[in-house]
């Protein structure tokens, strides 16, 4: 088996990972007033904020062509790889990975499977990862998709954003989940659940609601039956993801934990400023 590991922009990934040769990312599309930029080759992090802020229409994402998707399939196949595990953002944020089916066996010679991680940036990153390790170990296709399940199965994410606009006009959170939020004032905790993006905890404040996560992640690693690695993400935030990484590593002393950001496609659904934290199986 010679297996490539395909995945997409939205994935946070460190650069020890993105040098490995047998790792082949697929840009996703962000639209600013009407100007299609590929994420991570047209536009980056660090700039998107600034225009995103400027923008006179509101920010859209959109889907690789099946067409560009497939062309880097055949590419794998004429460069002697027999085997792609295309790992992707979650399905509850795009239908990308779902309509990868339609297309999974368009490739004569080639195994192709689409993996839904049901999540998104550092923790999918983290399972990209994992992936091309297990690879470079030589372990089977199927001992590295059981590995991926447990990290699946394992992974908790809470979200705090500063503005919930963001989610609801881009249609990855109910309109009522955000009437709430705007009648009462609150600063909801939101989390991932079966891949998609809904209401965890009504908080009164930001300060209240960070201290909630610092604890509820606590309490998801004592669930986890494995070692784990932790996460804060944030969108153009870095001071206050540098702080709550503080607080972490003096309340959780034998995790590691990592502070990433939310590229353009996911800070285009959860606006500036948000922070994330994230706890998976290792």
Known sequence: MKLAIVTDSTAFLPERVRRHPDLFVIPI??????????EDVDIQADGYYKLMNESKEFPKTSQPTFGETLDL???????????????????GISGYVNNLDSIKD????MTIIPYDTLITSMPMGHMVEAALNMRD???SLNE???????IRANTYAYLIVDDLNH?????????????????????????????????????RSTKKALRRCEEVIGERKNEINHPVK????????????????????????????EIGHFGPVIGTHLGEKALGFAICAE
């Open 73 to 91: 399939y055949k590419k794998l196949k004429e460069k002697g790889y027999d085997t792609i595990i295309s790992i992707h953002l979650s399905s």
């Open 29 to 38: 599309p962000v639209i600013l007033d009407g100007k299609v930029y590929n």
């Open 144 to 150: 590295i998709l059981e590995h991926l399940n447990i």
């Open 167 to 203: 989610l609801v006009r881009g249609g990855r959170l109910t309109n009522g989940a955000a009437l709430i939020g705007g009648l009462l004032k609150i600063k909801p905790v939101l989390k991932f659940e079966d891949g998609k993006i809904v209401l965890f905890e009504k908080i």
């Open 137 to 139: 170990a030589d372990n």
């Open 230 to 257: 932790l996460y804060v993400i944030h969108g153009n935030h870095l001071e206050l993801a540098k702080k709550e990484k503080a607080r972490l590593e003096k309340s959780y002393p034998d995790i590691t934990v």
């Open 106 to 109: 368009s490739v004569e010679g």
